[in-house]
Nanobody, 120 residues
Framework: QVQLVESGGGLVQPGGSLRVSCAASGSIFSSNTMGWYRQAPGKERELVATISNDDSTKYADSVKGRFTISRDNAKQIYLQMSSLKPEDTAVYYC???????????????WGQGTQVTVSS
């Protein structure tokens, strides 16, 4: 029983900033991987950023230096977006990957997504 709810999306001008958030509830373990994906119309969902248990982070080349992923605990995930470009327009999804004892495998959980539109 894991639920993820994104918020903070909206319309922003090119060069602007926006922070999207994700609230997680349910059986969330501290030893997991959290991250953000995004999907634009007609394109495949792509990985934007991840943060691991040791707080190490990874970013897609297209957002490196502009986006910052963070978490304040195992149930809150954030993506700070700066110097936004029109090509950043997409639905942004948060996710958690963790071990499932019931399924005996790693399981991915996804939120419903929040729309980010970068346009003048």
């Amino acid at each position: 029983q894991v639920q993820l709810v994104e918020s903070g999306g909206g319309l922003v001008q090119p060069g602007g900033s926006l922070r999207v958030s994700c609230a997680a509830s349910g059986s969330i373990f501290s030893s997991n991987t959290m991250g953000w994906y995004r999907q634009a119309p007609g394109k495949e969902r792509e990985l934007v950023a991840t943060i691991s248990n040791d707080d190490s982070t990874k970013y897609a080349d297209s957002v490196k230096g502009r986006f910052t992923i963070s978490r304040d605990n195992a149930k809150q995930i954030y993506l700070q977006m700066s110097s936004l470009k029109p090509e950043d327009t997409a639905v942004y999804y948060c996710y958690i990957q963790q071990w499932s004892s019931a399924r005996r495998r790693l399981v991915d959980y996804w939120g419903q997504g929040t729309q980010v539109t970068v346009s003048s």
